[in-house]
């Protein structure tokens, strides 16, 4: 289902149930896991935060140059998190051992809260252990965004009409159309602090090193059973958190927690009726909907859900401290203005429509 007929079917359902239930009904909510499939294993101790791994990415991607170059190693002295053109980071972090570097990069989960969030399935788990994301599919309400516990999804943008999601693919396209063996990241990197390989053999290779060298790790492979398992693992000779993972997250998969994560956060559901309203300002602009009632049920769900997102949105905006909260709130204000503005151009367009019948009736009745 492209973009285009979910819209239609939005449409043509008059919008008139509920968009939480919508969404919970459509969304994936298990995932098996697949034998054989691949993931990477980062290995701190290696690490010399060279950043040649993000060259790497940037290369194979096909990414703008950063506006520091890759060699100004400076930009490790600000913690950074990943975005539009750079699909993986390195940050360094100071910990008791002394200066320690991380990768960070989507974790490709094996049962990932962003496609279980996601109710027209743009993101799927492959068989490689690539999680995978269809923009063509995406209707930017950035679910994703909000159920990833690892803050990884960035959102383009540049164009609100079609939306883009960005994160790390783990390079399954090149890998895929024999562009690269190993993903951009890992090909670059001079240390072997990355490897490539099938997930199970790469949990063995953790454990032999923690087991030969036990003074220099913690004896833990992130990411083993971390929400459910990642196809990117984790060893490092500090604890986790000192490198700024997340170590509450449990060992439950992201789909068991996604629906408690979402009703908690209410900035993307706000964001729904914005949307819902620019959508039915297009609709109305373009075809000057002839269904009187379609159009009722359009304004009555969007009068209801609006109301009900303004509600959240006031308690969401009082909470928005972080970067991410912040950029929400600004597309949600932008997102607003649209959807007023669509509104006051289909309100414009239809009075001159009916000015001109009123015009045609009047001729007639003058000739
Ligand atoms: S890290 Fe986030 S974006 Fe990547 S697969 Fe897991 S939930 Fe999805
Ligand atoms: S290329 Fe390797 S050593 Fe260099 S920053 Fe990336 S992971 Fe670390």
Known sequence: MNRRKFL??????????TLGKKAEAAGNVSFDGYPGSKGVLFDATRCIGCRKCEVGCNEINGLPAPEKPFDDLTVLDTERRTENEAYTVVNKYETG????????????????????????????????????YDESVCVGCRYCM????????????????????????LCEPHIQSG????????????????????????????RRRIEAHPERYVDHIYGEREMGGTSWLYLSGVPF????MREDLGTHSGPELTSGALSVVPMVP?????????????????HKIADNEKADAVAEAIATTQAEADTKLKAAMQRAQSDKEATVK???????????????????????GDDNADNGEKEEEGA
């Not at 320690?100 to 027209?120: D, G, N, T």
């Open 8 to 17: 239609g079917l939005m449409g043509a359902a008059g919008v008139s149930a």
């Open 330 to 352: 600004r597309e949600v204000e932008k997102a607003r203005q649209e959807a007023i503005r669509e509104a006051e151009e289909a309100a414009r367009a239809a009075a001159e």
């Open 241 to 244: 958190g000192e490198l700024g």
């Open 146 to 169: 909000v159920a990833c516990p690892f803050e990884v999804p960035t959102y383009s943008y540049n164009d609100p009409i079609t939306p883009k999601v960005i994160k790390c693919h």
């Open 97 to 132: 051992k002394g200066s320690v570097f991380r990768k960070i990069q989507c974790m490709h989960c094996l049962e990932p809260a962003c496609a279980s969030a996601c109710f027209v399935s743009a993101f799927r788990k492959q068989p490689s252990g690539a999680v995978s």
């Open 270 to 286: 706000a964001l729904w009726p914005l949307l819902l309203a620019g959508v039915y300002g297009m609709t109305k602009r373009q």
């Open 179 to 206: 562009k690269v063996e190993v993903p951009g990241c890992v090909g670059k990197c001079p240390k072997e602090a990355l490897v490539y390989g099938e997930r199970s053999e790469l949990i063995r290779i953790a």
